[in-house]
């Protein structure tokens, strides 16, 4: 393990912190029981959002930083800092998770950050002379991950204006509000975690 890997982890360990202090904050004194969990839904999906999209970006981080330092870029740095800012962001989201439309601004801004730092590998890549045949996948599947990014911060933007969409499948009404924004979250972090499975990080 190099230091930057070990960077990660302290970022890692920084978020995992930031949501025991918003647990702490939302259970107070209360009971956790399954009255509470409803009465709390949007914060309890928060959360289960925040730990598994952290646990996803904390395995794809320590493959991508294995070799950064081998990496030869004007914007290698940029981007390292970039990464440090989004994870005190998303440590503050979690830490506010007790009032969940503050935390879902906070974590639009993290998903912001985010989609400057895929643009800074953008860039990388667009500047290598170099870059192997096998690299050829990796400008589409940068734009995929800034068009994921977007529906992150779409969603917890509809989430913030307390937004209603009202839509109809096969005659069937639906009503989205609160919290399913949230679930929908979720719903991309999988599909996200189905992407980059697919294609493993590169440098």
Known sequence: MNRYQ????????????????????????SDVTWNFVVEHADSVFLMVFIIFFRIKMHLDDHEYFENFGNIISNHKYWSLMVAVAVWFL????????KYPETS???????????????????????????ASPELSIMPSL??????????????????SLDADILFTVRGIHFDLTKWGFIVLMIVVMISDHYITRRHPVQI
């Open 90 to 97: 998303m440590a503050f989201a979690a830490g506010t998770i």
């Open 6 to 29: 070990t960077l990660n982890n302290g970022g890692s360990a920084l978020i995992f912190a930031g949501v025991l202090a918003g647990a702490w904050k939302l259970i107070g004194d």
């Open 142 to 159: 940068r734009h995929k991950w800034i068009m994921i990014n977007m529906a992150y911060i779409v969603l917890l933007i509809l989430y």
């Open 104 to 130: 879902a601004n906070i974590l639009a801004i993290a998903f912001a950050i985010c989609t400057i730092w895929i643009a800074v590998h953008l860039m990388d890549i667009s500047e290598s002379k170099k």
